[in-house]
């Protein structure tokens, strides 16, 4: 039976932020764009991104967690799923298996998915898992993100250096920012007279003072990018998004996880890490009254500076680790296998 649509199985919430959601969307909404597939989302989705994702033509199903998810898509016709959770299990993966053809997008290696015919893992450490899925699209070369993110990519990689007199720096922790750590980082930066600061998120006390703009959501990740010159991130998805733009960034990372793979990422001139030295040292108990994973102030600013003045080997790793037009060109090569039916895609 011939597949001629894509089901998202994913969750997008306060509780699990927005990374894995955006991650999804990028991919499944070039498919849509480019490929005509039709699109349906089941999982755990604020009603904010159930909104945007039916502006954008997407059909969207609530379901209050990953089990009912995967229940409610055995009745489908044969279709591509295309599944993005940490709670993602074996179990999981046999009972679609037996009912659709299955597309995975992972981080850690966690399970080797025999059962997917695609895995994708974007990270600079995926080639060092033994996944067992028939196709395999690993590393940043397939990172998926917003595609107007290449027009910034663009002009970052062709600029030799900051034009602006001030300093505009992006706080943009995550979706679920653990730690609360986002405004006192905003606060950090604004002491100088000559930064500006923007801090995404949705947070209850934010300081109130003139060099600090507080943007609770966007849609639209890039116009923020266009006009930013360094990211403080919280190791999840935004330093991808970061050095794929080529913009000097620093992380804090908010998990034991996180933090490991962004020592990775910094090894290969991507980011600049925040904080232990070595990852037993992480400590996330906020009564300690101490600055989460053990950095400092000064660290941090030291790190800041580190990064905006080694900009140049930003933009050399950028242009090795990354491809233009990244999700494109993973959407195309879905839709040759699963859509066209090709089994051996370049």
């Known amino acids: 039976m011939k597949i001629d649509s894509l089901v998202v199985l994913c969750d997008g919430n306060k509780k699990v932020g927005l990374g894995h959601f955006y991650r999804c969307l990028h991919l499944s909404h070039s498919l849509f764009k480019h490929f005509s597939i039709p699109i349906l989302w089941v999982g755990d989705i604020d009603n904010e991104q159930i909104r945007y994702l039916k502006y954008l033509g997407h059909q969207c199903n609530y379901s209050e967690n990953l089990d009912c998810s995967v229940s409610r898509i055995t009745s489908l016709s044969k279709r591509l799923v295309l599944v993005d959770s940490y709670f993602l299990t074996v179990a999981h993966l046999d009972v679609i298996n037996k009912h659709h053809e299955l597309c995975v997008i992972d981080d850690f290696g966690c399970l080797d998915l025999s059962s997917a015919s695609t895995a994708i893992n974007f990270t600079v450490d995926a080639s060092k898992y033994n996944y067992k899925a028939q196709t395999k699209l ?185 491809r233009n037009n990244s999700t494109f060109n993973s959407a195309k090569t879905i839709y040759i296998k699963h859509f066209l039916g090709v089994k051996e895609v370049e």
Not at 214 to 219: A, K, R
Not at 246 to 266: D, G
């Open 138 to 322: 690993l590393g940043p070369q397939y990172f998926l993100c917003d595609s107007r993110l290449d027009n910034v990519r663009d002009k970052n990689i062709k600029r030799h250096q900051k034009t602006e007199e001030k300093l505009r720096v992006l706080i943009a922790i995550g979706g679920h920012d653990r730690l609360t750590i986002g405004p006192d980082v905003a606060s950090l930066f604004a002491k100088s007279n000559t930064t500006e600061v923007t801090l995404l998120g949705r947070y209850n006390l934010i300081t109130n003072k003139p060099n600090i703009r507080s943007i609770e959501f966007t849609n639209s990740i890039s116009s923020l990018y266009h006009h930013t010159d360094l990211v403080v991130s919280g190791g999840g998805l935004t330093k991808y998004e970061s050095a794929y733009c080529a913009i000097p960034n620093i992380v804090l990372a908010q998990t034991s996880e996180q933090y490991k793979e962004s020592l990775s990422f910094a090894k290969n001139g991507l980011c600049i890490t925040v904080g232990a030295s070595k990852v037993e040292r992480l400590s996330t108990t906020k009564a300690a009254k101490a600055h989460p994973f053990n950095w400092s102030v000064k660290e941090l600013f030291d790190k800041a500076d580190k990064a905006l003045k080694t900009r140049k080997t930003l933009v050399t790793a950028s242009r090795h680790h990354f």
